[in-house]
């Protein structure tokens, strides 16, 4: 079921039939449901994981909160799948200040949130990382049937970052870990925030 889910997921990424909603989302609520979720993946595998909010601005977003936990979701579930004993995996998550201050109370102002996967696994050699993000491809083809999945992961990954807008890259060390880094835009969710100023 896994892989046929994926396979169609890749498809109708291609053909552009998958539209991602425009609705309020807490990046909060979002963190702790990945948390949660691969938590006990992590704790099976003795693998600690961590999660950091740093600064964020505006908690409540507009976007696609499904395929933002579908993101976050697949990386770090690699990040613990693909550890050492003990090893240990960080979900960092944070905002980005506007470039331009001028524009910061205009509605239609993007604010773009940086997610950092960090993990002291295996690591990806040279030679995967240049088809890290091909359809299929596994990184380490003779741990396949213990850590399970498709190789479909990071090609989905790769294609919802990019119709979001985003940017994801990642850098490696063989032996010592990976860090993938994501940078996405989202709308802030005034309706929220113009009810919060009436209350207070």
Do not use: W
Not at 66 to 83: D, P
Not at 139 to 145: A, L, T
């Amino acid at each position: 079921m896994e892989l046929v889910n994926d396979v169609l997921d890749m498809n109708k990424l291609e053909s552009g039939q998958i539209k991602l909603e425009e609705k309020p989302f807490s990046i909060s609520e979002i963190l702790k449901e990945v948390e949660t979720v691969v938590g006990m993946a992590a704790t099976e595998h003795g693998i600690t994981l961590t999660v950091k909010k740093g600064e964020i601005n505006h908690e409540n977003l507009l976007g696609s909160s499904l395929h933002v936990r579908q993101i976050l979701q697949n990386i770090t579930s690699n990040a613990v799948k693909y550890n050492k004993p003990n090893g240990k995996v960080i979900l960092e998550c944070r905002e980005l200040p506007p470039k331009n201050e001028k524009v910061v109370c205009l509605a239609e102002t993007e604010n773009t949130v940086i997610f950092c996967v960090k993990d002291t696994g295996i690591g990806i050699s040279k030679e995967n990382q240049e088809r890290i993000f091909e359809r299929f491809y596994r990184v380490d083809k003779g741990r396949s049937r213990e850590t399970g999945g498709t190789g479909l992961g990071l090609a989905i990954v790769k294609k919802l970052v990019e119709q979001m807008e985003g940017t994801i890259h990642f850098v490696s060390e063989p032996g010592k870990g990976t860090r993938f880094t994501l940078v996405i835009p989202f709308l802030p969710d005034d309706s929220i925030e113009m009810q919060t100023e009436q209350t207070q």
